[in-house]
């Protein structure tokens, strides 16, 4: 696979949110608020590259026995980093967030990464490799935040878009939009968007029913 495709792929073709449906939480959690959900974009697309790059440079050194206890340790390190820069230059962020930034180390997308791509490549495909992969799950976020912080609320990262009917205005906002079902719903219409385009990506059934013999024959 090229630089290129290693770096597109994961945008639509196999993105980890749409396709292998990861990073599920934070998407469901975070994405009332676009500027939370830029936020967590950055902070994840940020651990995948630092994790995959540490990864992929010590690869070559990491015992089979303890390469997940490794690989853990190295993204933990690299969430602390990113939480303790949150907190320090934008605390109201690190207080919107709180626990989801940590539960990066946790992230499928990050973990992933590590096993399926960092283990096996050196570190420039790597690097690429995570770059796509938070590109492709900041997309996600980014879609799925704007329209509900827009619908919801009538602005975007706390600036008013539609001028608001108790306030002399048109638009209705509603709420529903805030809670998190709206997130799972909306994912789904992605899904099933992307998946009637691209219909390579549907899943094939787990099992093919028996066809029926003639009714002459039974």
Known sequence: MSSMQTLTTPLVRQNPVTLHVLGICSALAITNSLTSSLIMSVALTTVLIISNAAISA????????VRLLVQITIIASAVTVIDQFLSAYMPDAARTLSVYISLI???????????????????????????????????ILIFVATIRELMGAGTLMGFPIFKLAHEGGWFQENALFL??????????????????????????????????PPREER
Not at 58 to 65: A, D, G, I
Not at 189 to 196: A, D, E, Q, S, Y
């Open 58 to 65: 010590v690869r070559h050194y990491l015992p089979s026995s």
């Open 179 to 212: 809670l998190a079902p709206s997130a799972f719903f909306i994912i789904g219409f992605l899904v099933w968007g992307i998946r009637t385009w691209k219909p390579e990506q549907n899943e094939k059934p787990d099992f093919e029913p028996m066809p029926l």
């Open 105 to 139: 180390v946790t992230n499928c997308i990050v973990l992933g990464r590590a096993e399926a791509c960092a283990m096996k490549n050196g570190i420039g495909t790597s690097i690429l490799d995570a770059l796509g992969n938070g590109m492709g799950y900041s997309i």
